[in-house]
């Protein structure tokens, strides 16, 4: 199974930027599509950003269309969550995810251990 370690998470006041990023352990998450979730206290894990094996199609929650962007660097194993206009109610854990297939439309094969971010006001 794929070792995913998310990094990058912290405090930071509303109206600012942060980015997070994930290494995976292996190479061969360049032939799968990744995604970022989130899990604010009390509520459910939601979809935030996904994006296809090839980085060509990305998708985004409507929450955060125009603020985030995700990004990948199949060649360093790596994939980032560009954090623009944070909001206080994007304060949650931010969960790196690698799909079984191509499409972030397909299902989450391994998951991360989360990194927190917290957006004060």
């Known amino acids: 199974q794929v070792q995913l370690v998310e990094s990058g998470g912290g405090l930071v006041q509303a109206g600012g930027s942060l980015r997070v990023s994930c290494g995976a352990s292996q190479r061969v998450i360049s032939l799968y599509a990744m995604g970022w979730f989130r899990q604010a206290p009390g509520k459910e894990r939601e979809f935030v950003a996904g994006?296809?094996?090839?980085?060509?199609?990305?998708k985004y929650a409507e929450s955060v269309k125009g603020r985030f962007t995700i990004s990948r660097d199949n060649a360093k194993n790596t994939m980032s969550l560009e954090m623009n206009y944070l909001k206080p109610e994007d304060t949650a854990t931010y969960y790196c995810?690698?799909?079984?297939?191509?499409?972030?439309?397909?299902?989450?094969?391994?998951w991360g251990r989360g990194t927190q971010v917290t957006v004060f006001s």
């Open positions: 995810a690698v799909y079984r297939g191509l499409s972030p439309n397909s299902e989450v094969g391994s």
């Open positions: 994006i296809t094996s090839s980085g060509r199609e990305k």
